[in-house]
């Protein structure tokens, strides 16, 4: 090639505007490279760190990702927001990573979990458990919470492990043996958590092994609850031995944890329990209160081999216990468990059904014991008229007037307590006819109610 002549200014010109232009561009080359956001992971096991491109992660399956139109704005403000004095920033911060799940959002994180403030920590924690369930990051996410669950000196540990359990099911289980395997009630509480939200068969053994360690009556039930929960036969075995303990809490909370399954074979099998004398009260007033009530109290009440004092007890418990708790859809199965008992031979167990309708408190009950009004036993009726205080409405408060004449005193004024509220001008005839009533307390009463009727205007 011949050399280009000194002489020649126009190729010098030309050759000096290539050199600028490759120039130019190289500087801006490096300008952007120099100001792509960064983006600081910690190496696992080690206490280093290291900057990567915000818009070159690798994603779970090790492939690059570039984008150079991403924005990453996000990224650039939760950076700052790593040394921000303001817990509540930092906080902040880290709730707002939700909204971003990805492998990158969980590198970044990783920094938070370093925090000196709990409260920080804690929402990273949450935050990896939202972005592993809500992205394909859940195996990245779980190590990292199976890691920090292992690792005796994070204050959180626990909340790790619990949330990793969340991710993680089946896996973490070795984990939670190494809880289990720690002195302290804590660390078996937390034990206890993770397996209810593993919640599978593979629970129950360290379930089986976990129950003797535990002193605790809280953690204890809510052991008895997973296994209900796992209803698996080796579970359900488990229970029901633990419902023949002598320690009368480990009694109920496991009995307690079989009716709430309302299971007919379960529910069987503990109405014969309760038939053969074998439960402690508190378990009965417990079963009283569970879905599976209707069920083993009606399967009892029926039984004709059941002894009466069997009957009124189960009854008293009832009336007694079952309207505290349940919803409405429950107390209606109750009061149709007891209804056939108001019709019984026996007044002693009308009685005591009567007491149970109206302690259960279910829709429709007084239609139920109107009729009982009518009883030729002087007990029975009383009873009913009591029993009716707190259901009578304007619509069926008549079928006790003619009870203000009942053979029995204080029937008589039971029935009067009841329909004050709401007799009228339709019920002149009855006050006038009880002012000569020979219950001195009727009749002035009856005197006091006409007056009321005459002084109200006519409707």
Same mark, same amino acid.
């Given at each position: 090639?011949? #050399?280009?002549?000194?002489?020649?200014?126009?190729?010098?010109?030309?050759?000096?505007?290539?050199?600028?232009?490759?120039g130019y561009a190289s500087i801006v080359h490096h300008r952007k490279s120099a100001m792509r956001p960064l983006t600081m992971v910690v190496h696992k096991n080690t206490d280093k760190t290291s900057p990567i491109p915000a818009e070159v992660i690798s994603n779970d399956n090790g492939k690059a990702i570039?984008?150079?139109?991403?924005?990453?704005?996000?990224?650039?403000?939760?950076?700052?927001?790593?040394?921000d004095p303001n817990v509540s920033a930092r906080v902040r911060a880290v709730s707002d990573l939700r909204k971003h799940p990805s492998s990158e959002t969980v590198y970044l994180l990783l920094n938070f979990l370093e925090d000196k403030d709990s409260a920080v920590v804690s929402e990273a924690i949450d935050?990896?458990?939202?972005?592993?369930?809500?992205?394909?990051?859940?195996?990245?996410?779980?190590?990292?919470?199976?890691?920090?669950?292992?690792?005796?000196?994070?204050?959180?540990?626990?909340?790790?492990?619990?949330?990793?359990?969340?991710?993680?099911?089946?896996?973490?289980?070795?984990?939670?043996?190494?809880?289990?395997?720690?002195?302290?009630?804590?660390?078996?509480?937390?034990?206890?958590?993770?397996?209810? &939200?593993?919640?599978?068969?593979?629970?129950?053994?360290?379930?089986?092994?976990?129950?003797?360690?535990?002193?605790?009556?809280?953690?204890?039930?809510?052991?008895?609850?997973?296994?209900?929960?796992?209803?698996?036969?080796?579970?359900?075995?488990?229970?029901?031995?633990?419902?023949?303990?002598?320690?009368?809490?480990?009694?109920?909370?496991?009995?307690?944890?079989?009716?709430?399954?309302?299971?007919?074979?379960?529910?069987?099998?503990?109405?014969?329990?309760?038939?053969?004398?074998?439960?402690?009260?508190?378990?009965? #007033?417990?079963?009283?209160?569970?879905?599976?009530?209707?069920?083993?109290?009606?399967?009892?009440?029926? #039984?004709?081999?059941?002894?009466?004092?069997?009957?009124?007890?189960? &009854?008293?418990?009832?009336?007694?216990?079952?309207?505290?708790?349940?919803?409405?859809?429950? #107390?209606?199965?109750?009061?149709?468990?007891?209804?056939?008992?108001?019709?019984?031979?026996?007044?002693?167990?009308?009685?005591?059904?009567?007491?149970?309708?109206?302690?259960?408190?279910?829709?429709?009950?007084?239609?139920?014991?109107?009729?009982?009004?009518?009883?030729?036993?002087?007990?029975?009726?009383?009873?009913?008229?009591?029993?009716?205080?707190?259901?009578?409405?304007?619509?069926?408060?008549?079928?006790?007037?003619?009870?203000?004449?009942?053979?029995?005193?204080?029937?008589?004024?039971?029935?009067?307590?009841?329909?004050?509220?709401?007799?009228?001008?339709?019920?002149?005839?009855?006050?006038?006819?009880?002012?000569?009533?020979?219950?001195?307390?009727?009749?002035?009463?009856?005197?006091?109610?006409?007056?009321?009727?005459?002084?109200?205007?006519?409707?």
């Open positions: 090639m011949s #050399r280009i002549s000194a002489k020649s200014p126009l190729l010098w010109l030309i050759l000096l505007s290539i050199l600028c232009t490759v570039e984008d150079e139109k991403k924005d990453t704005s996000w990224l650039e403000s939760t950076s700052k927001a790593l040394t935050t990896l458990g939202f972005i592993g369930l809500n992205s394909d990051t859940a195996d990245l996410v779980y190590e990292i919470l199976e890691e920090k669950a292992r690792d005796k000196s994070f204050a959180l540990r626990g909340q790790a492990l619990v949330t990793a359990a969340i991710i993680g099911k089946n896996r973490v289980l070795p984990v939670v043996s190494d809880f289990m395997s720690e002195g302290n009630s804590h660390a078996k509480d937390l034990a206890v958590r993770a397996l209810s &939200l593993i919640g599978s068969p593979a629970c129950v053994p360290y379930i089986e092994a976990l129950l003797p360690q535990i002193d605790d009556p809280e953690i204890r039930r809510n052991s008895f609850n997973i296994l209900a929960k796992i209803d698996t036969s080796e579970a359900l075995g488990l229970l029901q031995e633990y419902v023949h303990s002598s320690n009368d809490r480990d009694q109920t909370a496991s009995a307690f944890a079989l009716s709430r399954l309302n299971s007919p074979e379960l529910n069987e099998m503990l109405a014969d329990e309760i038939q053969e004398k074998r439960l402690e009260k508190d378990t009965l #007033r417990a079963l009283a209160t569970s879905p599976g009530a209707p069920s083993i109290f009606g399967d009892l009440l029926q #039984r004709e081999n059941a002894e009466k004092d069997q009957k009124v007890s189960w &009854l008293k418990t009832l009336a007694k216990y079952s309207s505290a708790y349940g919803p409405s859809e429950r #107390r209606t199965e109750l009061k149709e468990a007891v209804e056939p008992l108001l019709d019984s031979p026996d007044a002693t167990i009308q009685k005591e059904a009567i007491r149970a309708m109206a302690g259960i408190g279910a829709e429709d009950t007084d239609k139920a014991l109107i009729p009982k009004l009518e009883s030729k036993d002087p007990e029975v009726r009383k009873e009913t008229a009591f029993s009716l205080i707190g259901y009578v409405t304007p619509k069926n408060y008549k079928a006790l007037l003619d009870l203000l004449w009942d053979d029995d005193q204080e029937t008589g004024r039971i029935a009067l307590m009841c329909v004050e509220q709401f007799v009228d001008e339709s019920d002149r005839e009855s006050l006038e006819k009880a002012k000569d009533h020979p219950d001195e307390l009727i009749s002035k009463h009856a005197s006091i109610l006409l007056d009321r009727v005459l002084a109200s205007p006519v409707q």
